[in-house]
Nanobody, 117 residues
């Protein structure tokens, strides 16, 4: 089992920055990718970014490319999401995800990010 705990969500003005953190515990050696999804009110949960646990590859949604940066601390089993130049459309609950296999994922409970315009 893998447990994920997110932190860092807050209320921020448009153009501002936030850094989200997600700490994994349990059988972390089984994790392939760690990443972030988000869900805005009335919308489907969508992919934001992911990174290989060793940090060698990162992928981003087009909507956040160039504004968000995902990174990982392999020793601490923690993934970070640095979000810059935030827009109102970034308002959502952000969920940490750990991909263990193609069919097995772990999820955090989410952290709220609200961007005021």
């Amino acid at each position: 089992q893998v447990q994920l705990v997110e932190s860092g969500g807050d209320l921020v003005q448009a153009g501002g920055s936030l850094r989200l953190s997600c700490a994994a515990s349990g059988r972390t050696e089984r994790i392939n990718y760690m990443g972030w999804f988000r869900q805005a009110p009335g919308k489907e949960r969508e992919f934001v970014a992911r990174i290989l646990r060793n940090g060698r590859r990162a992928d981003y949604a087009d909507s956040v490319q160039g504004r968000f940066t995902i990174s990982t601390d392999y020793v601490k089993s923690t993934v970070y999401l640095q979000m810059n130049n935030l827009e109102s459309d970034d308002t959502a609950v952000y969920y940490c995800n750990a991909q263990i296999s193609a069919a097995v994922n772990a999820w955090g409970k989410g952290t709220q990010v609200t961007v005021s315009s």
